[in-house]
């Protein structure tokens, strides 16, 4: 099995380049850059699609034969306002250059259907809660099924309070059996606030073939083959994620740990 817990590789340009052959994994790509006024990222999508997710910062896109202008408001990933987001298709180039300090998220899969370039946020992403108690987090669907905007991405962010649990109850979808399951490999981006906190996300599978539990801190990347995959933010540090997910099919349909199944039908 692949190290699930991918370490950014130092603290400017690109600090994550996860790919499928890197991830030992058929479908999602991930690439992270952190950058400085002036500084350029840019690329060509080749086979795959692209959801290019302005984390915190602002810059310039060109992408798909056109230019988007400067894009990105949210200066601080914790002011949890809606992303700037634009979906690019296979066969895209594209380049970023930052006018402030910037994150930005490049998502990754291989392109399906015919789907053209388009801003997807944050006109349409809404900031809605999920889960009770101490298993409340914040959501913003960047580009889940609901939304028709992408061939096989699903991109979504969640803000995890302190002291909370999230992707909580245990679930996993690592089964292509539609509509029972759907296979999706997934990553994780991590943040905390503040920022030298950390967070715990195990991954394990019921059988025990796995079973892996990773400090993460803000940067890291964790990665999630198949199996459960819940995660807990401690006491004084607020945690948010980036999920990336695709497989066979662009449907998130999981089912939840049997042992720990019943907090979800309390909870209905």
């Not at 962010?157 to 059996?177: I, K, L, M, N, Q």
Request: proline residues 7%.
């Amino acid at each position: 099995m692949a190290n699930l817990l991918r370490k950014p590789i130092g603290s400017n340009g690109l600090v994550h380049d996860i790919t499928p052959k890197t991830a030992g994994w058929s479908y999602v790509g991930f690439q992270l850059y952190r950058l400085t006024p002036g500084q350029t990222a840019s690329g060509n999508l080749g086979d795959r699609e692209a959801i290019v997710v302005y984390v915190e910062g602002k810059g310039h896109l060109n992408g798909a034969g056109r230019d988007w202008g400067v894009l990105g408001d949210r200066m601080d990933v914790f002011e949890k306002a809606a992303p700037h987001a634009v979906y690019l298709p296979g066969g895209s180039d594209w380049s970023v250059t930052a006018t402030t300090n910037l994150t930005l998220a490049i998502c990754l899969a291989p392109a399906m259907g015919d789907y053209p370039a388009a801003q997807i946020g944050p006109e349409g992403i809404e900031l809605t809660p999920r889960g009770k108690g101490t298993n409340t987090r914040h959501v913003n669907n960047i580009a889940m099924e609901a939304r028709d905007v992408a061939g096989s991405l699903l991109v979504t962010e969640v803000f995890t309070p302190a002291g909370h649990w999230s992707s909580y109850p245990s679930h996993r979808h690592d089964e292509d059996d539609f509509p029972r399951m759907t296979y999706l490999e997934e990553t994780y981006y991590h943040r905390l606030n503040p920022g030298q906190g950390f967070g715990i996300q195990r991954v394990y599978t019921e059988d025990g073939s796995l079973d892996e539990t990773m400090a993460v801190k803000s940067h890291d990347v964790t990665l999630v083959p198949k199996g459960h995959h819940p995660c807990g933010a401690p006491y004084g540090y607020e945690m948010y994620y980036l999920n990336v997910m695709a497989g066979p099919r662009r449907n998130w349909r999981f089912q939840n740990d049997p042992d720990h199944d019943w907090i979800a039908q309390r909870d209905a």
